[in-house]
């Protein structure tokens, strides 16, 4: 059954997911090297915590198709699934899910993909989960501090580091590949004033951010599932 | 009917199209505004004249559903045309397509989805024809002549001209709206030396080109299919 769109890699998260399609973001880039071999699809929710999400990505045929549905749908090749960034937010911000919460939503979220029983099973689609990255508490202070009016930090090195630890639990117990985008940007930086190079405002990533994830999600594609790759992919018409 | 994708804008062209996806482009900017509401894809086919471009059209499922397979596909609101830099090139090279020829081309695209009778007909799909941007050929010729081994050149500013101009003709005739990029840039520049601001290598444009080519396609959606406005249409989920 035909559709108007090629084979499809999704990017489903939050506002660090949207963003990507801005210059130097890690959607388009991802997009131009697929060019005329698979869609990339913007599903970046910003402002969005697990709960929220969910809710969309269960209810919501703009994202997943069911298993009846998938004949006439563009198959889903890749999906990635990135969040935590506001779910680590401390109370009593709204965006706050409890780390147990949000480690059984991601969860969720894969099995929904990858459980035979799941009404949107779908064994050939791959999975990359993605850490957030570390927070700037310097520079995302400062940033909050010049709003009118000003508001208080919201979140804090050490809480985004603990649901980022959850992610790459719920990699490893669900074996699918995972983007450590926490460690790369502290490998990158070492301490939270250098962490500035890589954060526009303390928690997005600036466009060299972005390279960095970039890079290493198509070092994972490489590693993971080469087949995947993007010089692996034969364009659908000749170049 | 569900399917993993939102409504589409769908750019279609040749490299000038699929370079819109590199940064600063007009492609991944415009996927970046209608994020949350529509997906831009990339239908770009570097190195195509209206010819190649055609067959791949007519028979590709990645790029129109027939009537019976519209109740399953994403809903195509708008389609850009965007051909001519190519066709216009002079003889021998393989690229040519004769005057005539590519404006009976480009009337059969616009036709496909206008012409009840027409298998793909889709009435709901507004479309935009895209003349191509006039040719640098001092910066044309040296980027060939740098080549190894040097290349002849290939095109010429009056004859590329004529092409826009008969895309004009044809959104006239066919009563669909225009972005006339070619009358733009010149404008903007006035003489092939100046043009150097907004083409890379005389024939597609750089940043600043895409710039024009950005702001110019967001204006003539707001002029023409003012409902198809970024700002009009609701994010599918609230933000």
New interface residues.
Partial sequence: ??????D?I?LFGDSIT?GG?????F???L??AY??KF?V??R????YNTDWALH?FRQ???????VD?QK???R?RLLTIWFGANDACIKPSPQHVPLDKFTENIKTIVRMITLPSSAYYSPDTKIILITPPPVNTIQRSADLASRNPPLALDRKFDVTKLYADAVKSVAGEEKVALLDVWAMFWEASGSQEALSKYLSDGLHPSALGYDLVYDGLVATIAREYPELHYEKIKP??P?
Same sequence: chains 1, 2.
Avoid at 1 to 6: L, R
Avoid at 44 to 47: Q, S, Y
């Fill in positions: 059954m035909a559709s108007p769109i090629h499809v999704m949207q399609w801005q210059n130097g973001g959607g388009h880039r997009d131009d060019s005329r869609d699809l913007n970046g929710l910003a402002g969309v919501a045929s703009q994202y997943l198709a069911t549905e006439h749908a563009p889903l659908l018409f170049l």
